[in-house]
C-alpha cells in the first residue's frame, strides 16, 4: 500500500496535472498496461496486463512508430496525433505524450502515455453551426466532470513531496503548492507568488536553455539545474516541466514539477572529490614504488597535491640522519627572496611550528598566522601567507621530516582535508626511508665491489706467484743464448778477429740476440699488463686475443707437466663487451685449475664458439682429463674460500673470483664433473650482433 500511495503521489501527477479529463496508462518494457486511471478503463476495457497496443487500437502487434520504444530506447519524452479503438467499436483522434519515469538511480521504471481526446474538440468545431439547444446542458456535463477531475487534482496538488508550480503563458507564478513553499524556503504561498516570473528561480543560462527545451519538445524530464531559494539560498533540483493548453490548442501556462536534490548532489560531489583524492594518492604511490629517486617522488607529488587542493604553495622538510636538523628538500609556489631565507631552508627541531611539529609528530594547523605565536610570524606574513598545516612525515614508526600546505588566503581545514594530507604524509615517509634505504644500499654495493677487486687483484698476485717459476725459465733461456752470444763476441773483440766471414756470424749473432731479448720483453710486457690494478672498462675485445694471451702466460708450465694444448675457436665469431683483463684473469684461474688437476700430464681443451640454442651468447669451454670433483663438493666449488688442495696450495678464491668476474659481465658459468674423468668449465658470455 505504501508503494502505492508514493506511486500515486510522486509519479501520477507529472501527466494527471495537465487534465483530469487525459487517459493515463503506465507501461513496461514489455508493452504491457501495469497500470491506468479510471477514465481509460472505462473507456477502453483492459485485462490486467494487457499490451498497449491490443487495448489501444485492437491490435495484435506493436504500432510500427511506437512512442513507448523511442522513449525506452533515447530516455526522451515523445507525442504524436493517433487514432484509437474504444472498447464500444468507436474511433477517436488523440494527442499521445509518453514520458519516461526514473528511479533514484536514473533507470526508466515504466513510460507514462497521456493521450488527450481531441476528436470532440474536431467534432465541435465542424459542426459547431449544429449545435442546438442542447448545448447547455452538454456544458454542464463538462464542468461536472471537470469539477470531479479538479478534486483530484488538488488532492494530488497539495500531497505531492515535490514543489509543483503553475504559471502562465509568460511565466508568472500563479500557483505553488506547500511543499514549494517549504522547499523555497518561504512561509506562505503568498511570498512565492511574490518572485512572479518562474524565471527568477533560474540562473540566467540555465534558465534559457530549460525555456528554449520545453518550448520546442513541450515537457522537458528531470532537468537539472542550481535554483534560487529565499535569500538567495542555492540548492540542486531536478525540474520536470509540461505546457498546458486551452481547448483551442494555444499554450495556456506551464507545470513544473520540483525535487530538491541537495544531499544527494553534495553526497555525489563528496564521492567524486573523495574518487580524486583517492586516485592522486594512487599515483604518488605508484611514483614512490617506481622510483628511487626522491627528487623525482617530491616533485611529482608536489604538483599532485596543488592541482586538487585549495593550497597554493607546498614546502616539504627532511630530517638529517642524526636527527638534528630539518632541510628543506622540495618547495613550489612561493618567492625565491622568501625561500632562500636561512630560517626557511633549515630548521632545527622544535625551533617555531615546523620544529615543533617533528617534536610531537602531530599535525599542526594555522588558519590565520595574525594569530599565531610563531617566533617568525612576521616573515611569513610579509610573504603573504595566511594558512598553513605543517603534517608530520614518517614510516615504519619513525619521523622522516614535515609536509608545509599553505595559502595566501584562508583555507578550511576539514577533516577529510587534513586525513587526505595525512595519507599524502605517509607515503612521502616513505619515499624518503626508501630513499636512505638505497643510499645505504649503493654504498654497501661499492664497498663490496671495491672489496671484490681487491680479491680479484688478491688471486691476480697469487696467480702471479704461482707463474714465477715458469716465466723464470721462459726468460732465463732467452737471457743465457743472449749472455752466450755476447761472451763469444767478446773474444771475438779481444783476439781482433773481424774477418769478412766472421762479420756474417757477428750478424746472425747480433740477429739471435734481438730475437731472444723481445722474447724476453714479451713475457715481462704481459705479466705487466695482467698484474697491473685498474678500474673495471668495458669494451669490444675479440675472445681469440684473451684466450691467446692468457695461454702464452702459462705455455711454459704446461711444456714442464707434460700437458697437451688443443685450442679451437670458431672463425668469425663476434666481438664481446666486456673488461679483457677480468676476462684474461678469469680464464687463467681455469686453466691453472685444468693444469693442477692433471700432475701426470694429459690433455687440456680450450674451446670458443656461439653458444647452441641461443646465438645471443658466446661459450669459452676449459677441459681437462685430470682427477675431477667430487659430487658432494660440486655445489661449494665457486664459495670463496672452499678448497681441496692440500694446504699451502691454494686458499679457496681462485672460482670464487672466476664466477664474481663472470656475474659481473652478465655471464653464465656452468660445470660439469666425474672424479677420475676430468672436468670441464663453460663460460658464457653475451655479446651483440652490432
Not at 8 to 13: A, P, S
Not at 123 to 142: A, F, P, S, Y
Not at 476 to 491: C, D, F, G
Request: charged share 30%.
Amino acid at each position: 500500500m505504501e508503494t502505492e500511495e508514493f506511486l500515486k503521489e510522486d509519479k501520477y501527477y507529472r501527466t494527471l496535472i495537465q487534465s483530469a479529463t487525459d487517459y493515463v496508462v503506465a507501461v513496461n518494457r514489455k508493452y504491457q498496461v501495469i497500470m491506468a486511471n479510471e477514465r481509460f478503463k472505462n473507456e477502453f476495457g483492459m485485462k490486467p496486463n494487457d499490451y498497449c497496443y491490443k487495448v489501444w487500437k485492437n491490435k495484435n502487434e506493436k504500432c510500427e512508430e511506437c512512442l513507448v520504444e523511442k522513449t525506452y530506447r533515447d530516455g526522451w519524452g515523445h507525442w504524436n496525433v493517433e487514432k484509437v479503438t474504444m472498447k464500444d467499436g468507436r474511433i477517436a483522434k488523440v494527442l499521445v505524450k509518453a514520458i519516461p519515469v526514473k528511479n533514484e538511480r536514473g533507470e526508466i521504471i515504466y513510460v507514462l502515455e497521456r493521450a488527450t481526446d481531441i476528436t470532440e474538440r474536431e467534432h465541435i468545431q465542424e459542426n459547431i453551426d449544429k449545435i442546438t439547444g442542447n448545448l447547455e446542458e452538454m456544458l454542464v456535463n463538462r464542468l461536472e466532470g471537470l469539477q470531479k477531475s479538479e478534486e483530484k487534482y488538488r488532492t494530488i496538488f497539495e500531497r505531492s513531496r515535490d514543489a509543483i508550480i503553475l504559471t502562465d503563458p509568460h511565466g508568472r507564478i500563479i500557483e505553488v503548492n506547500q511543499a514549494g513553499v517549504k522547499i523555497l524556503g518561504y512561509k506562505t504561498q503568498k511570498d512565492v507568488l511574490a518572485l512572479e516570473s518562474v524565471s527568477n528561480l533560474f540562473e540566467r543560462e540555465a534558465f534559457e536553455k530549460f525555456h528554449k527545451e520545453v518550448s520546442e519538445e513541450g515537457f522537458v524530464v528531470e532537468f537539472e539545474a542550481r535554483l534560487f531559494g529565499k535569500n538567495n539560498r542555492r540548492f540542486y533540483a531536478l525540474i520536470t516541466s509540461n505546457v498546458t493548453v486551452d481547448t483551442n490548442g494555444t499554450i495556456a501556462g506551464y507545470v513544473l514539477i520540483i525535487r530538491d536534490i541537495t544531499e544527494r548532489k553534495i553526497a555525489q560531489l563528496q564521492i567524486e572529490k573523495r574518487n580524486i583524492r583517492l586516485g592522486i594518492l594512487n599515483a604518488i604511490a605508484k611514483t614512490v614504488s617506481s622510483s628511487l629517486d626522491l627528487d623525482e617522488v617530491l616533485t611529482r607529488t608536489i604538483d599532485e597535491i596543488l592541482e586538487v587542493l585549495e593550497a597554493d604553495s607546498i614546502r616539504i622538510y627532511m630530517l638529517d640522519k642524526k636527527k638534528e636538523l630539518l632541510e628543506l628538500v622540495a618547495h613550489k609556489g612561493l618567492a625565491a627572496q622568501f625561500i632562500s631565507k636561512p630560517f626557511m631552508q633549515y630548521r632545527k627541531p622544535g625551533d617555531g611550528l615546523l620544529g615543533q611539529t617533528v617534536i610531537d609528530g602531530e599535525t599542526s594547523l594555522v588558519d590565520n598566522f595574525l594569530r599565531s605565536d610563531d617566533p617568525y610570524v612576521d616573515s611569513i606574513l610579509e610573504a603573504g601567507l595566511h594558512s598553513t598545516a605543517y603534517i608530520p612525515l614518517s614510516a615504519k614508526g619513525e619521523l622522516m621530516g614535515v609536509l608545509c600546505v599553505s595559502s595566501h588566503y584562508p583555507i578550511e581545514f576539514a577533516a577529510g582535508y587534513i586525513e587526505f594530507l595525512t595519507a599524502i604524509g605517509n607515503q612521502i615517509g616513505v619515499a624518503m626511508d626508501n630513499a636512505n634505504l638505497y643510499e645505504n644500499v649503493k654504498r654497501a654495493y661499492e664497498d663490496l665491489r671495491e672489496a671484490q677487486e681487491q680479491i680479484i687483484q688478491t688471486e691476480k698476485l697469487a696467480s702471479l706467484g704461482k707463474l714465477a717459476a715458469t716465466i723464470a725459465h721462459e726468460i732465463n733461456n732467452p737471457l743465457a743464448v743472449v749472455l752466450t752470444y755476447i761472451r763469444l763476441m767478446i773474444k771475438l773483440m779481444d783476439r781482433n778477429d773481424f774477418s769478412p766471414e766472421r762479420i756474417e756470424d757477428i750478424s746472425r749473432y747480433l740477429a739471435t740476440m734481438d730475437s731472444e731479448t723481445s722474447k724476453c720483453g714479451e713475457v715481462v710486457k704481459n705479466l705487466l699488463a695482467f698484474s697491473r690494478q685498474s678500474k673495471i672498462t668495458m669494451a669490444n675485445n675479440s675472445i681469440e686475443d684473451i684466450i691467446d694471451r692468457t695461454l702464452r702466460l702459462i705455455a711454459h708450465d704446461l711444456e714442464i707437466k707434460g700437458i697437451q694444448l688443443n685450442k679451437t675457436i670458431e672463425p668469425d665469431l663476434p666481438q664481446v663487451k666486456c673488461d679483457f683483463k677480468q676476462i684474461q684473469q678469469a680464464l687463467l684461474n681455469l686453466v691453472y685449475n685444468a693444469s693442477d688437476a692433471m700432475q701426470d700430464g694429459g690433455i687440456l681443451t680450450v674451446k670458443a664458439n656461439r653458444k647452441d640454442g641461443d646465438e645471443r651468447f658466446l661459450d669459452v669451454i676449459v677441459s681437462d682429463i685430470g682427477c675431477g670433483i667430487a659430487e658432494k663438493n660440486k655445489e661449494k666449488i665457486f664459495d670463496p674460500f672452499f678448497t681441496t688442495k692440500e694446504e699451502g696450495k691454494g686458499v679457496g678464491l681462485g672460482l670464487s673470483v672466476v664466477y664474481g668476474i663472470i656475474t659481473r659481465h652478465n655471464g653464465i658459468i656452468e660445470v660439469e664433473s666425474e672424479t677420475g674423468k676430468g672436468s670441464t668449465f663453460k663460460i658464457s658470455l653475451p655479446f651483440d650482433e652490432w
